[in-house]
């Protein structure tokens, strides 16, 4: 597990973190998000020991960090970085002895990562003759190619087609399902959302929010409901008058509402189930055809964009 | 330290089979890496063997001159018949000898330039014979003729003042075209790392200071591979064309030449690296790189200058940048005590300590600036 304690660091007299506190837990995905400027790349950078913080410390399964330890992180940086001119096998098997790999163990380990990824027709080939979904590629196994020991990514995923997503995915989970921490930050919340098991949001250089997916929705889930019934007729207007409840959004047969109480809730519950069940025994009350049912009721959780709006602002 | 690391973390379960590296190993992959990069480039070979070819063309050329003993041929000369005797003693080498009957046929064939000089009978001085030339005195022909007294060199030698000046420029543009080659290549390696942002990942791995001491020391390699290849060439050259005693001459000096250079490079390597690292895009190296551009012309200029100034020559071969070419030059023309280069390879060694130190300072503070060239006072003032 890697911890940050009480980050600070300035650019000047310009403050860009402050007082940084979060961890990232060996075998969970978390994914780091927070507008442009924010101080992702910056916390990256400090986490990797390539900028030193102001103030604070990192540490690594609880103690202080080495660099002994950093050398075996595996580190894709914001900013797509390697040689152009050079061989993707070639680079990816320089940078794995640079990480203190033999000739003969970095060059096996490119070319199972390679396979992986699905590059291995392409190892011959210098980078700037790639596609950039493929630099993309090397580049992300040049952040595996020492089997690291905690992984740092910044925006691993932009980019990529969706399956070149799950591609990498698939690798990067490989990695955290064998106790490995990844950390990786993205713009695409949709993408956070769907991979990651922790969620961090930074937000003017402090942390805004941290804890794990469902943790965090169910913080910022509010009093809202919704219900949808089905029907040929199926109208939800009658939410406008139970007690206790404030109607934000209607449409046929689709009301969202937000209850004072989750008992107010349940009443519409109730009264939309009794009212499908009239409607059923007893035929032509209502109208002709007019059989209802709820196809739907739920407290609403909300997206990780959602979240990260309200937090942020 | 593998198990140990394993054992302290309790996550990885993969098998750990990377160890940290040490500087010098991690610098030396740097520069191994370098010197790979530069030897498959073909722009590279090709102008290497360019210019070795001019080497062995100067040095081939330089010994059929010094063999024949002029540019032109052997100089005609027309002798009269009474002055017979005279033109059979002349080497016929240098001398090509035709007969003629009397001074006005001689006259004639000198200004109808069927020959440079000639030789009739007469005048005032004791050997009783006058050298015509056409609009100047035709010197070797003097000198023949001249009753010099027997010479015996006790300590034989080659050195001529020409000689000594095409020397002096050797010295010079050997060491500006390496200096300015490799220097070039350690600054565009390092804005291209810059550029690529690939030095983010290397300083994930290894420190600037190992990456900054692989790049130099992978091209100074190269460079003096590249000198070592010219002495070799020209030392072989020479022996082939029979300037063996030049060869005797010129060997301390190209020793010392190709050690001062290396170290010299050493020192320009750093500047060369420290001033690229302040700027983020290929475009702006030439102009970052331009003072110490300077130092590596100025040597080049004072050399062919200054290459008879015994004063000059003694100061140029104790500052460390113009040692390489200044120290050689000294020592060839035997002006040199024994313990001079290694005095002043001393001070380059102080110099490089120096250098290396704000070098690296420099390196490590700007490498990671991207944008705006950085400027060299807040390169060397600001916080890490």
């Known amino acids: 597990m890697i911890e940050l304690h009480s980050i600070t660091r300035s650019f000047g007299d310009r403050r860009v973190l402050e007082d940084v506190t979060f961890s990232v837990a060996g075998g969970r995905m978390t994914g780091f998000v927070g507008g442009n400027g924010a101080g992702k790349t910056t916390t990256m950078r400090i986490i990797l020991g390539v900028l030193a913080q102001g103030s604070g410390t990192v540490t690594l399964d609880g103690q202080a960090i080495t660099v002994g330890d950093r050398s075996r992180f595996g580190y894709m940086p914001e900013e797509r970085g390697l040689y152009p001119k050079m061989k993707v096998a070639e680079q990816l098997v320089y940078l794995g002895k640079l990480h203190g790999l033999s000739a003969v163990a970095a060059k096996g380990e490119v070319d199972d990562l390679l396979e992986r990824l699905g590059l291995t027709e392409r190892a011959n080939d210098t980078l700037e003759s790639l596609s950039l979904g493929n630099q993309q590629r090397a580049q992300i196994a040049a952040a595996l190619v020492h089997r690291p020991i905690a992984l740092v990514l910044d925006e691993p995923f932009s980019g990529l087609d969706p399956m070149a997503v799950d591609v990498v995915l698939g690798v990067l989970r490989d990695y955290a399902a064998q106790g490995v921490p990844v950390l990786f930050s993205s713009h695409q919340l949709d993408i956070v959302e769907r991979l990651c098991d922790d969620v961090t949001v930074i937000g003017g250089g402090r942390i805004l929010a941290t804890g794990s997916r469902e943790a965090l929705r169910a913080e910022h889930s509010g009093r809202e409901f919704e219900i949808e019934l089905t029907g040929d007729a199926a109208d939800a207007g009658w939410v406008r008058d139970q007690v206790g409840i404030t109607l934000t959004h209607l449409d046929g047969g689709y009301a969202r509402f937000e209850a004072e109480s989750d008992a107010a809730a349940q009443a519409v519950l109730a009264r939309a189930v009794a009212g499908s069940t009239q409607t059923l025994e007893a035929p032509g009350a209502v109208g002709s055809a007019a059989v209802t049912q709820v196809l739907r009721f739920g407290k609403l959780t909300p997206s990780l964009a959602q979240i990260f709006k309200e937090v942020v602002q | ?384």
């Open chain 2, 1 to 384: 330290m593998t198990t140990q690391q394993t054992s302290r973390h309790a996550a990885p379960v993969i098998a750990s089979h990377t160890r940290q590296l040490g500087a010098p190993q991690a610098a030396w992959l740097v520069a191994e890496r370098e010197i790979s990069t530069k030897l498959r480039s073909k722009a590279f070979l090709i102008s290497t063997g360019v210019l070795l070819l001019l080497v062995l063309g100067a040095v081939l050329f330089s010994g059929i001159a010094s063999n024949v003993g002029g540019f032109d041929g052997p100089t005609k000369v027309a002798v009269v018949a009474e002055a017979a005797e005279v033109g059979e003693q002349l080497s016929p080498d240098a001398f090509e000898v035709t007969e003629v009957a009397n001074r006005a046929a001689a006259e004639q064939a000198v200004l109808g330039e069927k020959v440079d000089a000639a030789i009739v009978t007469g005048g005032e001085g004791p050997i009783g014979l006058t050298v015509l030339g056409s609009d100047s005195t035709p010197i070797g022909l003097v000198q023949a003729l001249s009753a010099t007294p027997q010479v015996e060199l006790l300590n034989p030698t080659t050195e001529n003042p020409m000689l000594a000046y095409f020397i002096a420029i050797a010295f010079g543009i050997v060491f500006m075209m390496s200096a300015m080659t490799f220097g070039t290549t350690i600054a565009q390696s390092v804005v291209e790392e810059k550029q690529t942002r690939i030095v983010e990942i290397l300083l994930a791995t290894v420190s600037a200071r190992s990456i900054l001491a692989g790049k130099i020391l992978g091209n100074s390699i190269l460079a003096l591979g590249q000198v070592v290849a010219i002495a070799a060439l020209t030392s072989v050259g020479m022996l082939a064309t029979g300037q063996d005693l030049l060869l005797g001459e010129l060997g301390t000096a190209l020793i010392w030449f190709a050690i001062l250079f290396a170290f010299g490079f050493v020192l320009l390597a750093s500047l060369y690296a420290a001033l690229a690292s302040l700027v983020s895009r290929q475009e702006d190296v030439a102009s970052a790189v331009s003072p110490v551009m300077w130092l590596v012309m100025i040597p080049y200029i004072a050399i062919i200058v200054f290459n008879t100034n015994v004063k000059v020559l003694a100061i140029m071969s104790y500052i460390p940048f113009s040692a390489p070419v200044g120290m050689p030059m000294r020592l060839y023309l035997g002006i040199a005590e024994w313990w001079e280069p290694i005095v002043s390879l001393g001070i380059l060694f102080a110099s490089i300590a120096v250098v290396w130190w704000l070098g690296a300072r420099i390196y490590e503070r700007s490498i990671l600036r991207t944008g705006a060239k950085v400027k060299l006072k807040d390169a060397l003032t600001a916080k890490e």
